[in-house]
């Protein structure tokens, strides 16, 4: 057969020219998917320490599954402090607390003269995380974004559709479910007065309802039992690892709806935690220490004085609430909480960067003092009683130390949609969620501390 080439010649300018005009055609053979149709659902398991990992016998099924078809990093560590609300903020902007500003569950606001520091939760986004977000990104691109308790993230004005930690009766997705007969008026209204293991289950179904009817690009989902549980009756406990089988089954859940929105194909599932946990017998009480040193005293009941700790279980931050003595009172309290029984570490203003932890010269929010709890401690802030105590009507369970604690590991799977399979991840961290989210939907955080996963990614299907 002769080929005639002025009819071939033709043939392959067309072919060429509709590459160029639809550069994703030649590769959808490969299962190529355009970023505006890719789905990331990021799962936040509170308080799934990584360490856990170790037992093979862990029994979490579908969890085990997605690593399997997908990878776990061997060891992945969060930021300094390690709280719900700092950690997860950490891993959607890309930085640590020195530059997203949010340091405990909630904005920290320092009082007048000799007035305590008040954690305000119900703060707007906007107003409390000072560094753009990968949702905010991906908003700005067109993309559809969607939360389901995810924290920190209160109003957010770049978040599509929103089932919040505490729902609101009149919401879109609320009112919506109430018509599919999910959610009762009563519930959505008492919300809150649901077991955190019933609050998981209302969440999950949020999330699947989310993910079927609206198909978002991005979905934040945090669940809190296993947090609850483990606070509660301490890691290594029957009852935290009860918390963890049943976060595994809301886990199947949402997979379940992935592949019944028929978006199996095109999506990628991220599961995280924020922090690990230690069980502690003994509580150090740096407010009853101020109150012997004369520097707070309890009023009429209040609280006063020019000092002020606020405790967050494995650390806490001292607040000079007197200016003029900053300087005479940040070396002497730094010299008695070295000495104290149960202080690991007392961490001074000149190192807070190298943790991770912003200037209180130039961020309000931030103490004057971080203090780290040793082994077997935990920080509580009540002003009366022992200094030192044994742990009663306290959490047996804690977080909070340092960021570097093997202990305090965390969490991170990737399977699905442009993760390579069996790839190798000796260790990541929480400040690399946010790249890897933006580079799975073909955009790119910039002016970040944490990185892209190019090692587990496939790169011909995340350009």
Not at 443 to 458: A, C, D, S, T, Y
Request: charged content about 20%; glycine content about 8%.
């Amino acid at each position: 057969m002769r080929i005639n080439r002025r009819e071939i010649l033709p043939c392959a300018a067309a072919l060429l020219f509709a590459a160029a005009i639809f550069p994703h055609a030649s590769r959808a053979a490969d299962g190529y998917v355009p970023p505006k149709d890719r789905v990331v659902v990021v799962i936040s398991i509170d308080g799934f320490p990584g360490w856990e990992w170790q037992d093979p016998r862990l029994s979490v099924p579908n969890l085990w599954k997605l690593a399997s078809q997908g990878v776990r990093a061997e060891t992945a560590t969060t930021t300094n402090p390690t709280m719900t609300w700092p950690s997860h903020t950490s891993m959607v902007t890309g930085v640590p607390p020195a530059r997203h500003g949010v340091l405990y569950n909630g904005l920290p606001v320092r009082g007048g003269e000799r007035a305590p520091v008040v954690v305000k939760q119900w703060v707007p986004k906007e107003e409390l995380v000072q560094a753009p977000t990968v949702y905010d990104l991906a908003y700005g691109a067109g993309f559809t974004t969607a939360e389901v308790d995810w924290v920190a993230i209160h109003q957010a004005k770049t978040i599509t559709w929103r089932f919040p930690e505490i729902p609101d009766p009149a919401g879109v997705i609320e009112k919506e479910m109430a018509a599919a007969g999910i959610l009762s008026e009563t519930d959505a209204r008492e919300f809150s007065k649901i077991s955190p293991v019933g609050r998981d289950r209302y969440w999950t179904e949020a999330a699947v309802h989310i993910l079927e009817r609206h198909k978002p690009n991005l979905l934040l989902f945090h669940l809190l039992n296993v947090d609850a549980n483990n606070h509660a009756h301490g890691p290594r406990t029957y009852a935290s690892k009860t918390a963890y089988a049943y976060a595994d089954e809301c886990v199947a859940k949402i997979v379940d709806a992935l592949k019944a929105a028929g978006l199996s194909n095109r999506a990628t599932i991220l599961v995280v935690s924020d922090h690990g946990f230690k069980t502690a017998k003994q509580v150090v009480r740096p407010n009853a220490i101020l109150h012997r040193l004369g520097l707070l005293s309890l009023e009429n009941a209040k609280i006063a004085g020019d000092v002020y700790a606020t405790s967050s279980g494995g650390s806490a931050m001292l607040y000079i609430a007197n200016p003029a003595r900053k300087a005479e009172l940040i070396p002497r309290l730094a010299e008695v909480f070295r000495a104290t029984e149960g202080v690991d570490r007392v961490v001074l203003p000149a190192d807070f960067r190298e943790w991770g932890l912003p200037n209180p010269e130039t961020n309000a929010r931030m103490g004057d003092l971080f203090l780290l709890a040793k082994d077997g401690y935990a920080f509580n802030g009540r002003p009366e009683g022992p200094e030192i105590d044994g742990v009663t009507g306290t959490y047996p369970g804690n977080h909070g130390y340092a960021a570097s604690d093997p202990d305090m590991s965390v969490t991170f799977i990737a399977s699905g949609y442009g993760i390579r399979a069996g790839a190798t991840l000796d260790r990541m961290s929480s400040l690399d969620l946010g790249p890897t989210i933006a580079a799975l939907l073909g955009l790119e955080m910039k002016n970040v501390e944490g990185r892209v996963l190019k090692e587990i990614l496939v790169p011909e299907k995340v350009r």
